[in-house]
């Protein structure tokens, strides 16, 4: 009898172990592919392009920055980010980095970065960089197997 309650106590055991380990490469393969997700748009800022991005955002998405509601990402592609890409010679981030948090459907990410932005030169032949410390949150949900940001905020300061 006792022979028997110990092999079912270590065949429970194996199960949850079996379990928690199948659950927990789940999870890291959903952290993975939002993180995927957040470097793709960081990626094409860098390149200076929108191709491809909107494929990341909900159509319904919403996009605060600096204090400021930018509305959906097609209006902020249309009326903000996109035309500001255009006067740039040069959008760079360093000292990136990005954690997420993941909590079906849902995930969260913060990054923080320094972004140096060198505008194309003025009718004078000058150019002018800018460069700022900046955060960014975003909330993102699984939808059909695939993430989509459905909230970002950013915000940045001067760099001391």
Known sequence: MKVLKIITLITVLISTVSITNAQNDKDSKDKEDVIAVMKAYKDALQNLTTEGTFELFTEDSKVFESGGVEGSYAHYIEHHLGPELGHFKK????????DAEVDLPYAFTTETYIYTIVLNPDEKG????????????????????KWKIIKTHSSSRNVK
């Open 91 to 98: 959008f760079e981030f360093s000292d990136y980095e990005i």
């Open 126 to 145: 000058e150019s002018r960089t800018i460069k700022k410390k900046g955060v960014a949150t975003s909330i993102l949900k699984k939808m059909d197997g």
